[in-house]
């Protein structure tokens, strides 16, 4: 009896105990479906949808061929849907991503450095080294003296003339990374005298690119003769460029009527890219030519995210600025800036590219979508919301132990595959700080390398290239006529935060970029730049 | 006979036979004639201000003229090294005494055009500071009371902030721009003339000769502009030469900072700062300005310890 009497607690106990726990496992999976009233708002998507615990739906409102290699990049990874909620989707969310790649953030010293370590949990190989560490430094000399002293594993894009430092360096080892970018001049069309076109035109015919990528880039540059790398689908050597002729710009100048002459205002970011490797210099240079032809500038320096939000809100009449691919298509490059969904950056928009663009991008066929590329590239030539100028060779430089070095042409190094065998981590020095690490809302490649090391997408671009491989999403198929998407999610991934990743979080990554009346739609800035530039219009965008 | 004598010799000048003691500033000029430093001062000065003034007729070329595509030029131009042909440099190459900077403009036109936007602000500065700060300092000092009061609290304020960061924040206000810089630091410059000029006015408004200019009914300004300045002026000229050696630097490091002189204009310290990641590689482009700089405030210096040496009554060695 007193047995009984000393069990019966017990038994209580675990019973009540199975009693709080059961409803949690009892509870289902609840699928989250958003879907778009009509497709009327202008946006390429019309439903979102978890179908089950393992399977996202995408219904577009008009065929994208390219959206395998949208989601594989950055700004559409992955975080979990009670992370974004927890931190009202901005906030906390910027210093503190959580994700589910092979490293986790760890610390970051704001202004020093960010330090990442291994993920135990990762689904796949897990990184070489138990720690990363992101330093930067803005001056290439001072990168390279770095290297050369053994405190850091790699840094990116060397000084143009240290090519050769490099290279005869038996500690070093250089990886060039092809130009799959293009720095250009943009050109505001709403700032007087650049609302004429022929002052445009007189710009485009009085640069001398040749000069620039003779004397002030690094060997592997070409000069552009369009915005689109010549490597990547888009290209369209039918379309020939204006051929440098100061007589003719100095002639177009006068036939603008324009009181000549013109004092206006060239801003650019004091930062080192691959596509602009001596900014100040080519300011410089750019400037004096100018002068040649009647148009005396400015130089005006500007903070680096200050200049890209300037840029971006048309508030600029000149800018130098550029362009690294994320994904290789013309999309990428051309709608991005010249699509409906484009920044103000080069002023009102034109109906002459906008057509033809998102005209091009609803094909899948490339011979189909060719001629409106043709017809693109003609208008982009012909009205001139910019002059490209060059593509810019880079390249990153590694000490020569290191095992598994790579560049990526679309400059997301992976560094979990490198391996430093003197110590037990993988020091890197890039251009700058990264400006925030919830990714969705920063364009910046300094700040999108950080986050992908940190999070995944549901497909990803192959290590050092830029076919699609599967990530998140083991598998995908997509309807005959493109406008229904489904990705099959990888069973047991895990999230930084120990929570399992399921439909639901896909949903919510998207949800919170696509609906701009959502609560969470905030961000850094709350400009979501990318995924408007990709999927044309938000969800309930405010109207204007 | 003897009445006339007297009168001539009533009319002689009684210190015919001793050495006559001329005015303070002749012998001040002796004194600096006699002092080795403020000679070698004075001549870099003189000098630099000959370059200044004869740039356009001395330099080789345009300062602002890239020298990519003009003619005899070739190769790899930007950051090219200095080719002298007395030195061995090829006959056939273009000479330029001090290289190419990144832009392949010729360095040593844009040192001699920089000579005179250094020689510029320094003088125009410090002009404007003794001007602006000794008047307030006189004000101040004569004044006393109340008026003493307002002007040497707001001087103490303006000495509060370190100079070289209250340039910068007037220059962010004003926007960049070489004049702008000049102006801000003229302002910063302005309390130690202030301070200056009203310590000079307190110990000689006290004298004797005031006091009799006073009683006689001497309007304020003919005293205080009059007879107080010209005797406060000494220290006001030897701090004036010596700060102008500081505002030089302090425009070459607002320009190094990107807020002095705009591209693309010739300035020591806009050329130091562009050119200040290639030290190692290129360090023609680093020398040749820090060398124009340092001589520049080098005279200044020299000719301001000269001066203040020669000027002050108490080291006189005769």
């Not at chain 1, 400006?435 to 969705?440: A, D, E, M, S, T």
């Not at chain 2, 300062?63 to 990519?68: A, H, K, L, T, V």
């Not at chain 2, 061995?88 to 056939?92: A, D, K, L, N, R």
């Given at each position: 009896m007193s047995k009984l009497l000393r069990v019966l607690p017990l038994m209580l106990l675990v019973v009540l105990a199975l009693g709080l726990a059961m409803p949690a496992f009892g509870q289902g999976f609840e699928p989250m479906s958003v879907s778009a009233?009509?497709?009327?708002?202008?946006?390429?998507?019309q439903t979102i949808e978890a179908v089950d615990e393992l399977t996202v739906r995408f219904v577009l409102c008009f065929p994208d061929p390219a959206l395998p290699s949208k989601v594989a990049f950055s700004s559409l990874h992955i975080q979990p849907a009670e992370h974004l909620e927890a931190t009202g989707g901005g906030g906390d969310l910027v210093r503190n991503p959580i994700g589910t790649g092979p490293y986790r953030l760890e610390n970051w010293d704001l202004g020093n450095e960010m330090v990442f370590s291994r993920f135990d949990g990762y689904w796949g190989e897990p990184a070489k080294e138990p720690t990363l560490i992101f330093r930067w430094n803005s001056e290439a000399a001072a990168r390279l003296v770095e290297l050369q002293a053994g405190t850091v594993d790699g840094i990116d894009n060397p000084g143009p003339g240290d090519f050769d430092v490099i290279a005869n360096d038996p500690n070093l080892q250089l990886l060039e990374r092809e130009g799959l970018n293009i720095f250009y001049l943009g050109i505001n069309n709403t700032v007087e005298p650049f609302d004429n076109v022929l002052v445009r035109q007189a710009v485009s015919y009085g640069i001398d690119k040749q000069r620039i990528v003779d004397n002030f880039y690094p060997p592997g540059s070409s000069v552009a003769d369009q915005f689109m790398p010549t490597a990547i689908f888009g290209y369209t050597p039918e379309v020939e460029q204006f051929p440098y002729d100061p007589e003719r710009a100095r002639e177009l100048l006068e036939q603008s009527g324009v009181a000549l002459p013109i004092e206006t205002t060239l801003s650019y970011r004091d930062v080192v890219r691959g596509y602009l490797p001596q900014p100040g210099v080519v300011a410089q240079d750019l400037q004096a030519q100018l002068a040649e032809i009647g148009i005396n500038v400015t130089i005006d320096v500007q903070e680096s995210g200050t200049f890209l939000d300037n840029a971006d809100g048309g508030n600029l009449s000149l800018h130098l600025l550029g362009w690294g691919a994320d994904?290789?298509?013309a999309t990428n490059f051309l709608d991005y800036h010249f699509g409906a969904g484009s920044s103000a950056q080069f002023g009102d928009k034109f109906e002459e590219i906008t057509g033809p663009l998102s005209a091009g991008a609803r094909l899948a066929a490339p011979e189909d979508r060719y001629p409106f590329y043709i017809e693109a590239n003609t208008a982009i030539r012909d009205l001139v919301p910019m002059v490209p100028i060059a593509h810019g060779g880079s390249g990153v430089a590694f000490k020569a132990s290191i095992a598994g070095a790579h560049a990526s042409p679309l400059s997301n190094?992976?560094?979990?595959?490198m391996e430093d065998p003197d110590d037990d981590n993988v020091i890197w020095m890039q251009n700058a700080e990264p400006?925030?690490?919830?990714?969705?809302d920063e364009t910046d490649g300094e700040s999108l390398r950080a986050c992908e090391q940190i999070t995944e997408g549901l497909l990803a671009y192959e290590v050092a290239g830029t076919a699609v491989v599967p990530a998140l999403a083991e598998s995908y198929e997509a309807s005959d006529d493109l406008m229904t998407w489904t990705f099959h999610l990888r069973p047991g991934v895990s999230f930084h935060d120990g929570s399992s990743l399921d439909a639901n979080d896909v949903v919510m990554s998207f949800l919170v970029q696509w609906d701009a009346a959502s609560p969470l739609h905030v961000g850094r800035d709350g400009n979501f730049t990318y995924f408007q530039a990709y999927f044309t219009q938000f969800l309930n965008a405010p109207s204007e | 006979m003897a009445a006339p004598d007297a009168v001539t010799k009533l009319k002689a000048d009684p210190f015919k036979n001793h050495p006559r003691s001329a005015s303070l500033w002749i012998d001040a000029l002796k004194n600096v004639r006699r002092n080795r430093s403020a000679v070698l001062g004075l001549t870099i000065i003189g000098l630099l201000i000959l370059i200044a003034l004869l740039a356009p007729y001395i330099?080789?070329?345009?300062?602002?003229?890239?020298?990519?595509?003009?003619?005899g030029h070739t190769g790899q131009l930007p950051r090219k090294p200095p080719c002298i042909h007395l030195l061995?440099?090829?006959?056939?190459e273009p000479e330029h005494l001090m290289g190419l900077d990144l832009n392949a403009r010729d360095v040593f036109s844009r040192i001699l055009f920089g000579a005179w936007n250094s020689l510029r602000v320094g003088i125009t500065s410090v002009a404007f500071a003794i001007i602006v700060g000794s008047s307030l300092g006189l004000v101040a000092g004569y004044a006393s009371g109340l008026v003493d009061n307002l002007i040497m609290r707001v001087m103490d304020v303006l000495l509060a902030f370190p100079s070289l960061l209250l340039a910068i924040a007037i220059v962010t206000v004003l926007g960049p721009g070489l004049e702008n810089a000049l102006l801000a630091i003229a302002i910063v410059t302005i309390p130690a003339y202030a301070r200056l000029a009203r310590a000079s006015v307190l110990s000689i408004k006290e004298f004797d000769y005031i006091t009799a200019e006073r009683t006689l009914g001497a309007p304020h300004g003919r005293i205080l502009f009059g007879h107080i300045l010209p005797n406060a002026l000494t220290p006001l000229i030897v701090q004036g030469t010596l700060s102008i050696g500081t505002a030089v630097l302090d425009a070459a490091a607002l320009s190094f900072l990107g807020l002095g002189a705009q591209p693309p204009t010739p300035e020591w310290g806009a050329m130091l700062s562009e050119a200040r990641n290639y030290v190692f590689t290129s360090p023609h482009l680093v020398f040749y300005p820090g060398l124009a700089i340092m001589i520049t405030v080098l005279g200044f210096n020299l000719l301001g310890d000269g001066l203040r040496d020669a000027l002050d009554p108490t080291l006189n060695r005769f």
């Open positions: 009233d009509s497709c009327d708002y202008g946006g390429a998507f994904y290789p298509d190094e992976q560094f979990a595959v400006i925030g690490l919830y990714c969705p | 330099a080789p070329y345009d300062p602002i003229q890239s020298m990519i595509g003009q003619p061995g440099c090829s006959v056939e």
